[in-house]
């Protein structure tokens, strides 16, 4: 059973491109999550996500960034107009039945 | 929100030594999980112990949710133990909370 699958692993985007982060969950999982791990701020949640919905996006912040979780396909983080501030690890996490929550190795964000 | 305390802040051991991870938080919870950050940033799943004890190898937990506090028991360490170790909390609504962590350093 392939675990949580996220790429890029890395990615370098100039200020003002977007970034495009993408998440495969484990299979038979519906729910997924996004957290992002900034330097000397710990790992914070961003978004809750099931097929279709936006559950909770309570830590995303209100401008540029935008997640989906399409009925087929893998869910997108998406961030436009990337600032200098968005370098950072972006996980994310998948659960059955909002248990146990399996992690992807993350993507790292870099901004120049 | 949940507030989650992890000590100590940092560790330093000799291979071989045992180690308490303590985790302190400030609601009643649903979730519990225990996660090991290597140095190449992964964030591996230890355990999930919303209450009760576990073990896995050289590594246990426990849990007491009326306290509110969890433990992780690391026995004869090695160097492939070093990295950050996190405790992380979900309530009503699953989100976790993340402690800042625990940095663990095992010198041969």
């Known amino acids: 059973n392939a675990g949580v699958m996220q790429n890029p692993r890395h990615l370098v985007r100039r200020r003002g491109q977007e970034a495009r982060l993408r998440c495969s969950p484990m299979k038979g999982h519906s729910h997924v999550y996004w957290y992002r791990q900034l330097p000397e701020e710990g790992l914070k949640f961003m978004v809750y996500l099931q097929k279709e919905n936006i559950i909770d996006e309570s830590g995303m912040p209100k401008e540029r960034f935008s997640a989906e979780f399409p009925k087929e396909g893998p869910s997108i983080l998406r961030i436009q107009q990337v600032v200098r501030g968005d370098s950072a690890a972006y996980f994310c996490?998948?659960?059955?039945?909002?248990?146990?929550?399996?992690f992807g190795p993350g993507t790292r964000l870099t901004v120049l | 929100g949940i507030q989650v305390e992890q000590s100590p802040p940092d560790l330093i051991l000799q291979e071989g030594a045992n180690s308490t991870l303590r985790c302190n938080f400030s609601d009643s919870v649903n979730n519990l999980q225990w996660f090991h950050q290597n140095p190449w940033g992964q964030l591996i799943n230890l355990f999930y112990i919303p209450s009760g004890t576990k073990q896995n190898g050289r590594l246990s937990a426990t849990t007491v949710a009326t306290e509110r506090y969890s433990l992780l028991y690391i026995s004869s360490s090695q160097t492939t133990d070093s990295g950050v170790y996190f405790c992380a909390l979900g309530g009503s609504n699953y989100k976790l909370t993340f402690g800042k962590g625990t940095l663990l350093t095992v010198n041969p």
């Open positions: 996490a998948s659960s059955q039945d909002n248990n146990e929550q399996f």
